[in-house]
């Protein structure tokens, strides 16, 4: 069976995420790996012999389908928190990262191990390849002894025993703390509508005006004022039922149907009148309302405000259906490939306004191969870049950093010209998942045998025990202050935590647990800054320990 293994590699590759799969649905006290349990198969299989491994360009396409697609859905959001805590969420991580330097500093005085074993524990405890690759670069140059294979086996030893746990303590960390702190996803997510991550709550409810203050008033300048976020569908005044626009006017008894948060919605109840048992939305005689799939290439990647639909298309939108969440749309809703829009428009006008969006969904299971395939081959070329690092040393992004900044800013950008980046939704998913299970298939395969070898060797029990200290101080260390001091949504707390360790692996986890992109969004946020900064750190290490 080894043998037909090794020379299948395709075979081992789906025979290693199919058995993953299934321990990844096992629960243990209501929690499971999910799809990180493909990792720890593959560590499995590939300890039990040295040639049972996947070919490196295996987990190097998964990596890049999965950076890509990752950065593309949380484009928007990431430039979003960036104005909000950017900075504070950056300086954040990068104080872990040097408090864990410190940590590794101090583990390679009581082990008394050489400086690039120690660089490889700290690489390892961090899960961070790119760093590790850096240290044997400087190794390369004999500026810290002869270069025998010997000293470039180092690194390696101290990354393949500490790389497992720094994987696992995470995934440990974060299942720990949120069950002790009872963390509700669903309800953070909602109290971040301007990250356009989704929410499925929104009702809709007609009120009668009845306050005389309102009567004459402007609904466009009530929203602005009172800051109410709800979307308002129809009116009815003397009789007449319109679609509510930004220039309608309210007066009294007349009814308007609002959609929205329940708590938001009888908050404008109690600013225009009352709630009433009529239901406006059902009043289907003169406006109607269809729910249509969005896959016109003219209406992609722009906003709802450049649309102008009640001008141009006599028509509103008071839902966007995203995946399986309800979003709330405004001005500034970009409009993506495989949203579900639900439209209310005059009754004769449904069929012109099914065209008018696409409403194909044989269109957007297509996948537009050329925007994918630009969009990673630029990823690909920027992460190729080298850049210069203080001391004359140089990093690159690599093949992960490279095609996770490219795409965040095509994901911002949703269309230059003619061409659509943004995927849908569920072909985002399909190669996002696709991706994820061949790199932790190829890493897990690759890594088991000397993971398992080393360890064995003298002296790896104590760098396994210091690696593991050093990646639990790391990840309790930024939830805890993360969450519970600087008071970040625990959703992007986690993806922060995977942003710091630059894991996929942990990312997939947490976005399981989240349920929602808060946690993509966390990781995106900071995950050049990690890059960097342990980059840096494990090269200071060489000079550092004695």
Request: hydrophobic share 50%; aromatic share 8%.
């Amino acid at each position: 069976m080894l043998e037909l293994l090794i020379d299948n590699p395709l075979l081992l590759l789906f025979v290693v995420s199919a058995i993953g799969y299934v321990i990844g649905r096992i629960k243990i006290g209501g929690i499971s790996l999910g799809v990180a349990a493909v990792l720890f198969v593959g560590l499995a299989f590939g300890a039990l012999d040295p040639e049972l491994r996947l070919p490196e360009i295996v987990y190097l396409l998964g990596l890049v389908l999965f950076v890509y697609t990752v950065g593309l859905s949380s484009g928007p959001g990431f430039f979003a928190s960036l104005q909000r805590k950017g900075l504070r969420d950056n300086l954040l991580v990068l104080g872990i990262i040097l408090f864990a330097t410190s940590l590794t500093l101090l583990a390679a005085w009581v082990l008394g191990v050489s400086a690039p074993i120690a660089a490889g524990m700290f690489a390892g405890s961090l899960t961070n390849t790119p760093a590790l690759a850096g240290v044997i670069e400087q190794l390369k140059t004999g500026a810290f002894g002869p270069v025998t294979e010997t000293l470039l086996a180092e690194p390696v030893v101290g990354y393949s025993v500490t790389y497992p746990m720094g994987v696992l303590g995470m995934i440990l960390a974060i299942y720990l703390l949120q069950r002790f702190w009872k963390i509700n996803y669903a309800d953070e997510a909602r109290t971040m509508p301007g990250l356009n991550i989704g929410t499925e709550h929104l009702v809709s409810r007609t009120i009668r005006v009845t306050r005389p203050e309102i009567d004459g008033r402007n609904i466009g300048e009530l929203l602005r004022n009172q800051r109410w976020n709800v979307v308002f569908g129809r009116i009815q005044h003397d009789g007449l039922v319109n679609i509510v626009t930004s220039d309608a006017y309210l007066h009294l008894n007349d009814l308007v149907s609002v959609v929205g948060q329940i708590e938001e919605v009888e908050r404008v109840a109690t600013g225009l009148g009352e709630l009433t048992p009529e239901q406006l939305e059902l009043d289907r005689h003169t406006l109607d309302f269809r729910r249509v799939f969005v896959s016109n290439p003219a209406v992609l990647g722009k906003r709802l405000r450049d649309l102008d639909l009640p001008r141009t298309q006599g028509a509103i939108i008071t839902r966007v259906r995203r995946g399986d969440s309800d979003i709330l749309p405004h001005g500034d809703t970009i409009l993506e490939p495989g949203d579900r829009v639900r439209v209310v428009t005059r009754r004769e006008n449904l069929e012109a306004i099914s065209k008018y969006f696409g409403d194909s969904y044989r269109h957007l299971s297509e996948i537009d191969v050329v925007s994918l395939g630009l969009g990673l081959a630029l990823g690909l070329l920027v992460g190729m870049i080298p850049l210069p690092l203080p001391g004359g040393m140089r990093f690159s992004l690599g093949f992960a950093g490279g095609p996770l900044i490219v795409a965040l800013i095509l994901g911002w950008l949703e269309r230059t010209g003619p061409i659509v980046w943004s995927l849908p939704y569920s072909a985002n998913l399909t190669l996002r998942q696709l991706g994820l299970t061949f790199f932790l298939a190829g890493v897990g395969t690759r890594s088991g045998y000397s993971f398992v070898s080393t360890f064995s060797q003298g002296g790896g029990l104590g760098i396994f025990i210091a690696g593991a200290l050093i990646t639990a101080v790391a990840a309790f260390g930024l939830l805890i202050i993360g969450h519970k001091m600087l008071k970040i949504p625990m959703g992007i707390c986690i993806g922060m935590l995977a942003g710091l360790q630059t894991q996929p692996a942990v990312l997939a986890f947490a976005n399981e647990q989240a349920g929602n992109d808060l946690p993509n969004i966390g990781y995106a946020t900071v995950y050049p800054m990690a890059t960097i900064g342990k980059i840096i750190c494990a090269q200071m290490l060489l000079v550092l320990v004695q």
